[in-house]
């Protein structure tokens, strides 16, 4: 019984697990903040939550904070590999192997990324 409640688990979690990546943020009041052109909003723990990204963002993963129309900041944040894209077929490591590094803060008003 037990193994069916543990791979039901892992077949309902994989798909969540594997088709986003996760990373803590420290924005100004007042500004939003756009990842890779898609506008995201940190829960109130900082967190952020979005779909992984291209090998275009190995270099780094491009932000920009904006307030109203205008833009406040942009540069670019570090990326990790996603093992996960290695074992999570279609073609993964080929689409989406890179990700926000959940290990780090983002610190945006200060400008580090520790």
């Known amino acids: 019984m037990w193994i069916r409640v543990l791979t039901l688990t892992v077949l309902v979690t994989a798909p969540l697990i594997a088709c986003t990546t996760q990373g803590t943020f420290v924005i100004p009041e007042g500004t939003q903040l756009e990842i890779y052109q898609r506008p995201v909003t940190p829960e109130p723990n900082g967190l952020v939550t979005t779909r992984p990204f291209f ?40 689409y989406w192997p890179m990700g926000l590094n959940p290990n780090i803060t983002y610190d945006l008003v200060k400008g580090t990324q520790e």
């Open 55 to 94: 090998w275009t963002a190995a270099g780094g993963i491009e932000y920009r904070l904006l307030r109203g129309n205008e833009v406040v900041q942009q540069g670019r944040l570090r990326a990790r590999f996603r093992v996960v894209s290695l074992f999570w077929p279609p073609f993964a490591e080929t």
